[in-house]
């Protein structure tokens, strides 16, 4: 190796060029030494999961292909579904309006403008059945991404799930619902953290008993890398808030072995290809010895991390659109050799509006012709044991470990986050990466290197200004129509647990049922426990 | 009159989206090159910022918005500023912004739209050309 490396050396010459991540993770040139014995890595579906969760991951089940749909009204967004549904897409996963993610209904002023315009407008259970209009609840899984009002929406799906006549226990699928990020990232809130979190642990707890079938938490590193991490940061604080949600749902007493099965994840896939697959693989074997080690978990389910994915928003640009279609084909592809359990594919179109249904197809496709065309479904972790992967997995894993360490010494991840801790470590490594491709020293094809004068896209989906109209006298109408007094005394309750700690789910899934609006659950959330401001740090 | 040397931007996020990123590169990238920034933080109305606005004495507010909302939130933020009498601060704005919706925007005096893929370095140079003391 020293040899080669003089050698290596000499013809590189005298170079100032950094060959470095996405990240900004300066890699070797060659790596040729790592693990000679595969049983050191362990083998899939066995302790510490480094090379995949199952023992025959893919051969024995694809990964699910599910592809996030939601815009307009409810009816706009079943029929998304039920074309997702026909073209071959295996799970639903649906995306709410920003009103919803920040629990305003339709008609409150701050909604104005915002009514299903980035995803699907939910103010009631009307609007929730027509969501879920002519689809069995037992015949498929959703995902639903909302996390201040995860709770009430849970407790939406569930009373629909109770109308169609599934019972509770035959009902799957994903509430986000996790909080921790949302103070790190993505920014979607109504009150502080400390009681934010209390109504995580409050649906964890519920769905340990009633919904088995439900990941009530999808911890999530999603959010943070579009706000700007690198790789290493989405890492260790995802995992840094798993960690706190298990300590706090410890600290209500309940069983690892039994509520750990039922967390799941959701990771980033970026362009830098090697980075991504390594980080993946790092998380797997990161979490199973957290879980084992600390945790005392002995269930092998409550080690396994077992993840969703999505192509990296932040890297697909408005210009030359369709380059977005190969940088998607090349993240979705580190995905699978990452061993994910489940897949969205973004739009081309997602830098200009949402998605048109053409490129909603397409993306899906993407994901089919790797699965069906490309072969590598063949084989489980087929990159293990490549020099650079092994090396770099191991770095990811290192790097991940002192941060999470850091966080540890601050007191947790509320602690943390109070003091601004992770916000500030992301803002800066996102400056530092606008300034790297503003020097050009980062290469973004068609944005700061082989740029062309174009012509803006036409066929864009847009959502019609009557939506709003629409939706916000329906959800008055709601209001109107059902029995007050019902509702009153619902509110009440919910009110009551908010105050004596008793677990909210059973009461919130009284309350949609008697027609209180999302934004009436809001407010009680609001001045039981009260509002969080952005503390606006730059 | 005394006239301040130093030109003040207030970096606004109107809406409810939490998209950040962008607004914070922006307000630094500024504040690196020179100028007094001011950040609302997130979720204001256009309220809340033709209010701070006023109070802080800006000449510049850079509107940061990738909800969709834009068509609600720059009309609605352009007219306060005009009932304000501070019609003459400069208000350019960034996001993903369709490019039929960016027409209609300058017609309602917004200055300039920067579109997803926009350098730090060209809003800086923008701001500094077009955006002056007021006083």
């Known amino acids: 190796m020293e040899r080669w490396l003089e050698k290596y050396r000499r013809e590189m010459g005298d170079t100032k060029r950094r060959f470095s991540t996405v990240s900004g993770m300066e890699v070797e040139p060659l790596y ?56 071959g897409q295996t799970g639903l996963s649906t995306a709410f309006d920003m009103p919803v993610l920040m629990g ?55 009373a629909v799930a109770e ?27 109504i009150c502080p953290p400390e009681p934010s979190v209390r109504i995580v642990v409050d649906t964890i707890e519920f769905c340990a008993k009633e919904v088995p079938r439900w990941h009530p938490v999808s911890i999530s590193g999603y959010h943070i890398r579009e706000a700007g991490s ?6 260790a604080f995802t995992l840094a808030d798993g960690i706190e949600y298990v300590k706090q749902s410890l600290a209500r007493g309940l069983d690892v072995d039994r509520f750990a099965p039922r967390l799941s994840f959701f990771f980033n896939v970026h362009n830098d290809f090697l980075e991504e697959v390594a980080k993946l693989r790092a998380a797997r074997r990161m979490w199973a010895r957290i879980m084992r080690e600390r945790f005392g978990a002995k269930e092998p389910k409550a080690m396994m991390l077992r993840t969703h994915a999505q192509t990296a928003g932040c890297s697909l640009t408005a210009q030359q659109p369709l380059n977005n279609v190969v940088r998607v084909t090349i993240q979705a592809l580190a995905a699978v050799l990452g061993g994910v359990q489940s897949l969205h594919t973004n739009s081309l179109d997602e830098t200009l509006a949402l998605p048109s249904e053409q490129a909603a197809m397409l993306a899906l496709r993407t994901q089919q012709i790797i699965a069906e065309e490309s072969g590598v479904a063949n084989v489980i972790d087929p990159l293990g044991g490549s020099f650079a992967v092994e090396a770099l997995t191991d770095r990811i894993e290192r790097e991940a470990c002192r941060y999470i360490e850091e966080i540890e010494a601050m007191g947790g991840m509320i602690r943390a986050i109070e003091r601004g801790f992770p916000q500030k470590e992301i803002a800066e490594a996102a400056y530092r990466y606008q300034q790297s491709l503003d020097r050009g020293e980062k290469v973004v094809v068609g944005v700061n290197k082989y740029q062309v004068e174009e012509e803006p896209p036409i066929e864009l989906l847009k959502v019609p200004v009557e939506v709003e109209q629409r939706q916000i ?33 059973p009461p919130l899934i009284e309350a949609v049922k008697a027609y209180v609006t999302l934004g009436e659950l809001s407010d009680v959330y609001r001045e039981e426990f009260g509002e969080y401001r952005d503390p606006a740090w730059m | 009159m005394e006239t301040r040397s130093r030109v ?12 950040d990123r962008g607004a914070k590169i922006v307000a630094r990238a500024l504040r690196d090159a020179g100028f007094e920034v001011i950040y609302t933080g997130l979720h204001q109305t256009p309220e809340m910022i033709a209010e701070t606005a006023v109070q802080e004495d800006v000449d510049g507010i850079g509107v940061s918005i990738l909800s969709g909302a834009h068509m609600t ?61 007021r006083n």
């Open chain 1, 32 to 87: 040729a030494d790592g693990r000679g014995d595969p049983s050191e890595l362990g083998y899939p579906g066995e302790y510490p999961f480094t090379r995949g969760v199952y023992t025959t991951m893919y051969r024995g089940r694809l990964w699910t292909m599910r592809q996030f749909a939601g815009f307009g009204t409810a009816e706009d967004t079943n029929r998304r579904f039920k074309f997702l549904l026909e073209q």
């Open chain 1, 104 to 158: 305003y209904d339709a008609d409150h002023p701050r909604a104005a403008g915002e009514v299903g315009r980035e995803g699907v407008a939910i103010s009631s259970l009307v609007d929730m059945e027509a969501l879920f209009e002519g689809i069995r609840l037992d015949r498929v899984t959703t995902s639903m991404t909302v996390n201040c009002t995860a709770s009430i929406i849970l407790a939406m799906y569930l």
């Open chain 1, 163 to 189: 109308k169609q006549g599934v019972p509770f226990d035959r009902v799957g699928g994903t509430v986000q619902n996790d909080m921790l990020k949302e103070f790190i990232a993505q920014k979607e809130w």
């Open chain 1, 230 to 235: 690198t790789a290493v940061q989405e890492l």
């Open chain 1, 473 to 505: 006298e329906r959800v008055r109408r709601v209001r109107k129509e059902r029995n007050q007094v019902a509702a009153r005394e619902a509110i009440a309750r919910v009110r009551r647990a908010c105050r004596e700690g008793e677990n909210l789910m």
């Open chain 2, 8 to 19: 003040r931007i207030l970096i606004a996020k109107p809406g409810l989206d939490g998209h």
């Open chain 2, 73 to 133: 939130q720059l009309p609605a933020l352009m007219k306060l500023l005009e009932e304000k009498g501070a019609e003459d601060v400069v208000v350019f704005a960034g996001g993903i912004i369709p490019a039929e919706d960016m027409a209609e925007l300058k017609r309602l005096g917004v200055a300039e739209v920067f579109t997803p893929g926009a350098a730090t370095t060209d809003i800086v140079a923008w701001v500094r050309e077009n955006v002056k003391p």
